[in-house]
């Protein structure tokens, strides 16, 4: 009987810590937008107050705001919920029309430095969400 409890206990502590890494990758994301939890709270209809504790690991995520958030953000729920893939479902890529440019300007250091900076960017956003110690 005191095995079942132990479980829980663990179960328990196990839910607390995602609804904080949950609530870390929620700040980072708003963070990223340079949005304040007053602003987000305005677009996800809900009080700073919500927000804060959602950041804090304090509230769970209601259904509607990761939807919300997917739909007006293109936020990544998979990137949110279990930190895997990419905070956004908008692919991190340079317009084919750039690429022809490039092209035919006929200069191929052009285009090593554009790939190099989309490249940057990605280690860029790694270190942070590392740094905030939230997995990849």
Known sequence: MPQKQKR???TDEQEEQNKK???QRFRLFRKSRNMTQKQLADHLSTSQYAVANIERGKYSLRF???LSMSDK???NPNWLLAGQGGMTTVPLEIPGNCRELVHLMNVPEVE???FSG???LKKI???EIRAAGLPL
């Open 8 to 10: 829980k206990c663990q």
């Open 21 to 23: 890494n949950i609530g």
């Open 64 to 66: 509607e705001h990761l």
């Open 73 to 75: 953000f293109k936020l």
């Open 112 to 114: 090593e430095r554009i």
């Open 118 to 120: 989309v490249t940057d």
């Open 125 to 127: 956003f790694s270190e």
